[in-house]
């Protein structure tokens, strides 16, 4: 069974930065697609970021909201997914999850099979 951990969350000016790393035991992130979603209070969680299976093409995207600002990447020797964020705003503010899913790529997150227990995000000033 898969099992994600992710980390690096934390407390942030606006316009700060933040990288947060997903890492997993159980098996290799290399054979899923993983997105990152965030969940405000009081609203659903959201897709933010998706980045494929390297087998597949590791093609990525971003939500509309993020675009240019986070970016999603692998890191093959610390076998993590980290997602660098900049030019944080204040509704950036979350818990952000990692997801991996074996056969879907996109920000629904019904497609995901597996999830972390997130990471809390906090952008204030």
């Known amino acids: 069974q898969l099992q994600l951990v992710e980390s690096g969350g934390g407390l942030v000016q606006p316009g700060g930065s933040l990288r947060l790393s997903c890492s997993a035991s159980g098996g290799s992130l290399d054979h899923y697609a993983i997105g990152w979603f965030r969940q405000a209070p009081g609203r659903e969680r959201e897709g933010v970021s998706v980045?494929?299976?390297?087998?597949?093409?590791?093609?990525?995207f971003h939500t509309e909201s993020v675009r240019g600002r986070f970016t999603i990447s692998r890191d093959n020797d610390k076998k993590t997914v980290n997602l660098q964020m900049d030019n944080l705003k204040l509704e950036d503010t979350g818990v952000y999850y990692c997801?991996?899913?074996?056969?879907?790529?996109?920000?629904?997150?019904?497609?995901?099979?597996?999830w972390g227990r997130g990471t809390q995000v906090s952008v204030s000033s």
């Open positions: 997801a991996a899913a074996e056969y879907y790529f996109g920000l629904e997150v019904d497609g995901y099979d597996y």
């Open positions: 980045i494929n299976a390297p087998r597949r093409d590791d093609r990525s």
